[in-house]
């Protein structure tokens, strides 16, 4: 947040990995991040880096700010489905998301120690995730209509997302939400499709800058599942932030990433 | 499925761990298990054995079906809230489940060995696990009401289910909740209640035969998330059937367990 | 260290689990621990309470020290070889000990955060660990003849130690040396062999007071390999100091452990 | 074994990673691999394909045997300390190995499945390891003078081993001893050596072509333990075989590697 501006103001460009730049208003800043936000000028320029959706503007942007890793995997996965129209969003979007331990950054900490994180699995953040607000403000949810929960895996690294949701009357088939992701993301670099009822699995991902997404739909009923998966080090952090650099200096999208 | 018949002749008392008395009918059992079954006299004598809400009959039983263990998670959970009126059943029940590798059998598999497991996780049966019908029928919740993933941790055991629903209005708050979890629980040897917002991780019942339930309300929008943790071999497996054996031989029910 | 001198004067029997009275001089603890030891009149009072070979004396101790728990495992193995002129002692004795994380206690530390010590495995103390001192001293081993080195193995609980020696002339076969086990082992409660070729692993001893001891042996060349396993946090810490304490107050040494 | 003539035959240069063609007679290879070895004219041509010592006959060979992983970490560890002159052979060497659950392969297993693995560590293999008499033939040793016990450690991939001897007069001091080494490895692009007293751990070489030797060296007594380490997938197996093929083909040593 602080070195933002010395480095703007050195004429450099900024790709901020912090969640400081992320959420649009210094209000929602304090109020998720529980700190004032002391450079909310700056808010107002900079871009949200998700390039799948926004690489015209990263192309051009001083500053811009790498997604969270939870709410890449969870906006690449939903965001499709919320501008077409096919989820029925009176009902709901659950996203139970799971991570591995390097999601809690490198330092000495009690509940990311060995014996603490190996043969256990727990919840932590359920509905109060400050990655939320972010996922709302991308996708366009209302907080009431999206339930998050966030999950420590006892593995070194990857977030694997499963969403449910109902399919609006838009979507008569898998094939339909097939065609609905492919249209989006037919020459995306970094998304990959699975075939319906085929679904990532964190192996899948790891190292590579990838989002993987597979889903089953229940045709009957209108109940969707869909399972998102990216490396939260690369696509969900460095990986995506090289990315973003590529776009705001010129280079090919995807140089050092495949 | 076979031996069933033979041992009860033979005057024995029978736990059944397989899922062969678990679904009620023959044709359930086909239907889901992909497989004829063959003693379907047996399954109208059989008894469910989830103590918390069967004891009678499983004491005087003479074939008691040990529950599933993910169902065990699950109906321990969402039954008391179903009972109640406590669900909005038609924004449906979500049940993201977990859980450890000793879940799928000692054997020589290539899905279940170390490298395919460890540094990973995975999603199986999205929709259609054959635990959901056995959900179904205790739970008494539709199939389109109840969406269920199975997914595969790297340890060794435990299994946990984060649970998704909108409240019904009548529970107004957390501490309605957990008054109508109290309710029910209260002299249950085996069922721990958290305080609202604080929810159990598998360290907290490996090797016991408890299971664990805590959860997050969010009273503004009706949103609840539970959790619910066991020990896929105890409390899921032989912990389980060591319980109704106590009740069937008249042992007190917490012999050998606690 | 000072701790057990009030506790003693108000009448208490005493076990230590810290490494304060292991030693026997003040001089070598400051050598190992790198601290001035501020209590040397207890030192010489403290009975060192490996069972298993100073029974007899732990009955009578005020003041007991708790083995450390790579010393338990090693000279369990070696001791009884040493004491019966088995070991070809100028070739020297090895001893590649391997721990699981709870070894290093349970401490916000970096060393041994999920993501440091997942997919690793890693020396330290190689040579130099304070538990060597205390293997000497009970087995008899000067060090020169003793090079140990400790690891940490990417799991929770569990020593296992592989050592290696050349046989003298009095073992002319794998049985003369599983007899020589037998010999002073077979009315142990806590000690469990193994037929010559067969070993323990970590799983055999986990949650238990068990320390199990197997080998192979090479006749022509008089090679030797010992593998010796405990549950670290059982037989090398609590478990033993229970042991300690059913033999100080009169109870049935087994008491709580089986 | 059977495929190596044919392709030969047809004017393909052949890197074999199977253990077939590194034992030099076919008696060997009967003794220690417990069937016949069908292609003995093709072992006399067969060259053995570990780079530091070999570059100049695999750059000429049509047969290249690809060295097994455990004796590639050892040979590279001992082999420049054997040729100075710089053990004391008749104290023997002791190998106490290590290796991630990939060095057995992706196979089916009840021995490598995930619950037999985790929380465990376990030896095989004590002293009678195939890969024995291919660290005999390279280094020079004797099979009396060299103690090898294979053990598992529950990680995917990973050999780490720690070698233990007591060093001729030759070696006065731990600068000597790095000396020895950097004299041999100086200009070696895959082998990396550390300062006396530091030593590699696993996630050094993860996912790379190194080999990392560290040591410890106690003046005094003359006793060494040497710790090398490895990625047995890369270093141990495909790595190396590309390293050979850059030989092979006169491509630089490090195409595809670093």
């Not at 129209?85 to 060995?114: H, N, P």
């Not at 449910?164 to 670099?189: C, H, Q």
């Not at 998966?229 to 200096?249: E, P, R, S």
């Amino acid at each position: 947040m602080e070195l933002a501006g010395p480095m703007l103001d050195a004429g450099a460009r900024v790709i901020d990995l912090s969640g400081a730049f992320r959420l649009g208003t210094a209000e929602n800043y304090q109020l998720w991040y529980k700190e004032r936000h002391t450079q909310p000028e700056l808010l107002k320029e900079a871009v949200y880096g998700l390039p799948e959706f926004c690489r015209g503007r990263v192309a051009a942007a001083r500053l811009i700010s790498k997604p969270g890793c939870y709410p890449t995997a969870a906006n690449l996965a939903i965001k499709p489905l919320i501008e077409a129209g096919a989820i029925a969003r009176e009902f709901g979007v659950v996203c139970d998301a799971k991570s591995g331990v390097s999601g809690a950054g490198r330092k000495a900490s009690l509940k990311t120690s060995f014996c603490e994180v190996t043969e256990n699995f727990s919840a932590y953040s359920i509905l109060d995730h400050r990655h939320v607000p972010e996922v709302l403000r991308t996708s366009g949810l209302d907080e009431g209509e999206f339930s998050f929960t966030a999950q420590l895996i006892p593995i070194h690294r990857g977030i694997l997302e499963t969403i449910y949701f109902r399919a609006s009357e838009k979507v008569a088939s898998a094939d339909d939400m097939l065609a609905l992701y492919r249209g989006r993301y037919e020459s995306e670099p970094f998304v990959r499709l699975y075939a319906p009822g085929q679904v990532p699995d964190l192996q899948a991902v790891a190292h590579t800058n990838f989002c993987d997404i597979g889903f089953k739909y229940d045709q009957k009923t209108r109940r969707a599942v869909v399972i998102s998966a990216i490396d939260n080090l690369v696509k969900g952090a460095a990986g995506q932030a090289i990315q973003n650099m590529n776009l705001a200096l010129g280079y090919p999208e995807t140089a050092g990433l495949l």
